[in-house]
């Protein structure tokens, strides 16, 4: 988080607030925090664990007119607080612009995402849209309502993804929503190392997945796509005996299909 706030403290753009919502046990953050305080408005808070129900708490006390959601490890260049500002002056039928993360060396990170940009749809939203790469309009923020608190990393649930794209596909059916790929959000990329911390996460991200799919009518069709992706992976990566590809594969296959059951 200290890189976080180092690097949010060099943005060109210096009309903005910082809410962070602090769910340790302790006040770990409070002396990390009050260095930064004096250079730009902070608003701590405080909420029990779950992704979703802390940005729900930190939604209630927005007053700017434009609203992200970076994670912790996440980090801004120095114009993209600018540069977010600028689309939607340029975009203003837009109610929500979403970018591209990509890690320190430029490649994409978190996923693959398109390099083209063009509208957000029910079936391109997976490749166009990350919660830390969201910026939407306060009055969208509002009428959207919350996350939904069973979905997202930390919930007493075992879905532990897909918040954001769900509250995408819920603002679709209200508001214009666009994709820029220039908008990058830097953020490291966790596949780099298939750790066993990883491997685990990924059985409860792919319940996640298969949740909001589920959640939101997808197509046969679109499900077994899904399902396939990840068990040719793991097939294909026992094949080449890299087995803890192999089994984050099968924990993905295996948690893609609980969720859509």
Not at 166 to 188: E, G, K, M, Q, S
């Amino acid at each position: 988080m200290e890189n976080f706030l180092e690097k949010l403290e060099r943005q060109v753009y210096r009309d903005f607030e910082l809410i962070v919502v602090d769910q340790n046990e302790d006040d770990r953050l409070v002396p990390l925090l009050d260095r930064y305080e004096p250079n730009f408005p902070i608003l701590r808070l405080r909420s029990p664990r779950g992704l979703s129900r802390a940005r729900n708490i930190g939604l209630r006390y927005v007053t700017g007119d434009i609203v992200s959601f970076p994670d912790d490890d996440c980090w801004y260049d120095p114009e993209l607080l600018c540069k977010a500002v600028h689309l939607f002056v340029r975009n203003p039928e837009a109610s929500i612009i979403t970018g591209r993360s990509i890690d320190a060396d430029g490649k994409d990170a978190v996923g693959k995402f398109d390099h083209v940009e063009g509208s957000v749809d029910k079936y391109n939203v997976w490749r166009r849209a990350v919660s830390f790469t969201i910026f939407l309009r306060k009055e969208a923020a509002d009428a959207i309502g919350g996350f939904d608190e069973e979905i997202g990393v930390g919930a007493s649930s075992i879905y532990h993804s897909g918040e954001e794209t769900d509250y995408i596909l819920r603002a679709l059916c209200r508001f214009n929503v666009y994709y820029y790929p220039d908008l990058t959000v830097r953020h490291p990329n966790p596949l780099l190392q298939y750790s066993p911390q990883i491997i685990r996460r990924a059985y409860k991200y792919g319940c996640g997945f298969g949740k909001v799919v589920t959640k939101h009518r997808y197509t046969v069709r679109f499900k077994i796509r899904a399902l396939l992706k990840p068990f040719l992976g793991m097939m294909l990566f026992c094949t080449a005996f890299q087995f803890p590809k192999s089994q984050y594969y099968w924990n993905s296959f295996k948690g893609r299909l609980r969720g859509m059951l």
